[in-house]
């Protein structure tokens, strides 16, 4: 099958404060440096689907169906929040690593099935994260 791919960037702010449970206060303060005070990023969200074109709409992903699903999966339940608190980081630190895993598996639910290729997520300019499932 000959695939096309579409991709798309989501702005999400949110604070974490990297920090686990499995380590004392001076291996967290080791580990994570001063990432292990709570702080903020205006994280860039980019979301590439693919799949062959369909005949009738000329599409991969239909573009609103796409930032619905990321608006009430992602930004609805993450934007302007602190990470930590969220059930799905009870059991796991919020780095981008698991952030970027995160968003991929709720999307991956969300979106019809087989579409979604990867999330990709910029923390900063220089930093950025990637899960293909
Ligand atoms: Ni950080």
């Not at 799949?51 to 239909?62: A, H, I, K």
């Amino acid at each position: 099958m000959a695939k096309a791919y579409f991709g798309r960037r989501y702005m999400l702010s949110a604070s974490h404060r990297l920090h686990s449970e499995s380590l004392s206060d001076a291996e967290n303060r080791a580990t994570y440096g001063k990432c292990n005070n709570p702080h903020g990023h205006n994280y860039v969200i980019e979301v590439l689907v693919g799949g062959e074109v369909d005949r009738e709409t000329g599409m991969v992903v239909n573009m609103a169906t796409l930032d619905e699903t990321v608006q009430e999966h992602v930004l609805a339940r993450f934007d302007h929040t602190n990470l930590n608190c969220d059930a799905l980081f009870v059991n796991q630190v919020p780095t981008t690593e698991n952030l970027t895993k995160v968003v991929f598996d709720v999307l991956k639910q969300a979106l019809p099935a087989g579409k979604l290729e990867y999330v990709r997520v910029e923390e900063t300019e220089n930093n950025f994260f990637e899960f293909r499932g």
